[in-house]
């Protein structure tokens, strides 16, 4: 097994850990953070898989450059709209999640 | 192959602890750390293009961006229970 | 109720990275060699530096959108009211070690960035970097009280902010005639490249550091 796809692995355990987490937890923040370590996860994957033979792929690591900086958009736009929420609710979570005050709060 | 392995469970419980760490600010703490981890393995991976990005933005900026949000969630707190 | 929500979420997302892993250990040999091709197709992209190469040339319309949603992104944060108010007050608590070190630093990470850009040719470095480095500039300045925060961006600064992407579509548009979208004559290759990736590095470094620059409260208080 070569270490490139040991991180393919991992890639898929974090994939999986960010969307239990965006699910689970009530907060915005946290499902920000959530979304970001899916991100991170699937990058992994991509470019895990692609060099398991062990030789590095441009394309991919290209691709994930691209995303990385995608993805500090869409978190940036995504805590815009979180404080936007905040600054009219009073709390940063959704209003469908009304049992989450149990949870892990601020 | 044993780093790998180290920075893979290193990578695995940082974001683990991130988002189930109770106290908000930890969390974001954590992320940035997960961050930098991901830079390691990307450095690993073959990929300094991906490691330079990761470490000055997957890190550098979103965590100034998430911390800049607790600040500012810690503030509302303050003024709506004085 | 939410136990039940907690075990069943978790359950599904275990067995789904379970068969996520077994499909990654029992992927077939894939039937295209990307890198050969790149490595092939490499001295008539301009630059050495493969990562480059693809970012830019080969798969240079990725890149193109890439830049027009980074600012859409922000766009869309500019569009969000905002609480402003007429004074623009510095982050006052700055140390004079800080603001100092930051005078220092702040030319300094404009030559690395100018170097990381230069560098992108023929070793890892290129325009992504480059404006990270230049965003970073940015948010140190602000968090040291040498730049206050963005209420509405002027007329340079939106000029700044949308270069990238106008010369970007003004090489694509020019280049239209040959037929093939993004397809750059072999002789200007280097030269258009840089040319294009300057201008990201401008706008990219303005959008980053737009994008925390237009959230953060420091400096635009309600």
Redesign the interface.
């Known amino acids: 097994m070569s270490?490139?796809?040991?991180?393919?692995?991992?890639g898929?355990?974090?994939?999986?850990?960010?969307?239990?987490?965006l699910?689970?937890?009530p907060?915005l923040?946290?499902k920000?953070?959530?979304f970001?370590?899916m991100g991170?996860g699937i990058?992994?994957?991509l470019?895990?898989?692609?060099?398991?033979?062990g030789?590095?792929?441009?394309?991919p690591?290209?691709?994930?450059?691209?995303g990385?900086?995608?993805?500090?958009?869409?978190?940036?736009?995504a805590?815009?709209?979180?404080?936007?929420l905040?600054?009219m609710n009073?709390e940063?979570r959704l209003p469908e999640e009304k049992?989450g005050k149990?949870?892990?709060?601020? | 192959m044993i780093f790998d392995l180290l920075l893979v469970a290193a990578l695995l419980w940082s974001a683990v602890q991130a988002l189930t760490t109770p106290d908000l600010f930890r969390a974001v703490v954590l992320f940035i750390i997960f961050g930098l981890l991901m830079a390691l393995a990307w450095a690993r991976l073959d990929a300094p293009d991906i490691a330079l990005a990761e470490a000055a933005i997957g890190a550098g900026l979103t965590g100034a961006l998430l911390l800049d949000a607790v600040a500012h969630l810690h503030k509302k707190r303050r003024e709506q229970s004085p | 109720m939410r136990t039940l929500l907690n075990v069943t979420v978790l359950f599904l997302a275990s067995a789904f990275g379970l068969a996520l892993g077994w499909l990654i250990l029992d992927l077939p040999v894939a039937a295209v060699r990307l890198p050969e091709q790149v490595t092939a197709q490499l001295e008539m992209s301009g630059v050495v530096h493969p990562v480059t190469a693809v970012l830019l040339n080969f798969r240079g319309y990725d890149t193109l959108l890439e830049i027009a949603v980074l600012l859409l992104a922000l766009l869309g944060i500019l569009a969000l009211p905002r609480h402003v108010s007429d004074h623009q007050h510095r982050p006052s608590s700055a140390n004079p070690v800080l603001q100092t070190l930051t005078r220092v630093l702040a030319p300094l990470m404009l030559l690395v960035a100018g170097y990381v850009l230069w560098a992108g040719a023929h070793r890892p470095g290129g325009a992504f970097q480059a404006g990270a480095v230049l965003a970073g500039a940015g948010v140190l300045l602000h968090l040291a009280g040498l730049l206050p925060a963005w209420a509405t961006p002027g007329r340079t600064l939106r000029a700044g902010l949308a270069v990238g992407l106008l010369v970007f579509i003004a090489v694509a548009v020019a280049l239209m005639a040959q037929g093939t979208l993004l397809q750059y004559p072999l002789s200007w290759a280097g030269a258009l490249i840089l040319m294009i990736e300057a201008s990201l590095t401008l706008s990219l470094g303005l959008i980053l550091a737009g994008l925390y620059l237009v959230l953060t409260d420091s400096g635009v208080q309600k």
């Open positions: 270490s490139a796809l040991v991180y393919a692995l991992t898929a355990a974090l994939f999986v850990l960010g969307m239990a987490g699910i689970l937890q907060h923040l946290r920000i953070l959530a970001n370590i991170s990058f992994l994957m470019v895990g898989v692609a060099q398991r033979a030789t590095p792929d441009p394309v690591q290209a691709m994930v450059l691209t990385i900086v995608v993805a500090i958009a869409a978190t940036a736009l805590l815009a709209l979180a404080r936007q905040l600054d009073g940063m049992t149990d949870r892990l709060d601020v």
